[in-house]
């Protein structure tokens, strides 16, 4: 069982920047594919953005792939998401998620784990 976990988020102003963190408890963390989700208020959770254990191949949706990056340091089992010029319509929970097979569907029944998420917000 992964056990990934959370931080960074928060309040910040439209235009800010923010960067989440995600430390996965499994050794083997470099096998797997880590990605982040969404899900705003009333919506359904919503694919953002997943790299391979190797950090060579990522993908992005389209409405964050020219501000978001997605990162990741296997030497402390953790995956960054990096977000610039962020916008009110990016408030959401984010969660960290791991998927074991390979590929970057954007289906949240593909993803094996899930963290807890962290709650980001965008307001003046």
């Known amino acids: 069982q992964v056990e990934l976990v959370e931080s960074g988020g928060g309040l910040v102003q439209p235009g800010d920047s923010v960067r989440l963190s995600c430390v996965a408890s499994?050794?083997?963390?470099?096998?797997?594919?880590m990605g982040w989700f969404r899900q705003a208020p009333g919506k359904e959770r919503e694919f953002v953005a997943a790299?391979?254990?190797?950090?060579?191949?990522?993908h992005y949706s389209e409405s964050v792939k020219d501000r978001f990056s997605i990162s990741r340091d296997i030497t402390k089992d953790a995956v960054y998401l990096q977000m610039r010029f962020l916008r009110p319509e990016d408030t959401a929970v984010y969660y960290c998620?791991?998927?074991?097979?390979?590929?970057?569907?954007?289906?949240?029944?593909?993803?094996?784990?899930w963290g807890q998420g962290t709650q980001v917000t965008v307001s003046s």
């Open positions: 790299q391979n254990g190797l950090g060579t191949s990522t």
């Open positions: 998620v791991a998927r074991r097979s390979g590929g970057f569907p954007s289906s949240p029944a593909s993803y094996d784990y």
């Open positions: 499994e050794r083997t963390f470099s096998n797997y594919i």
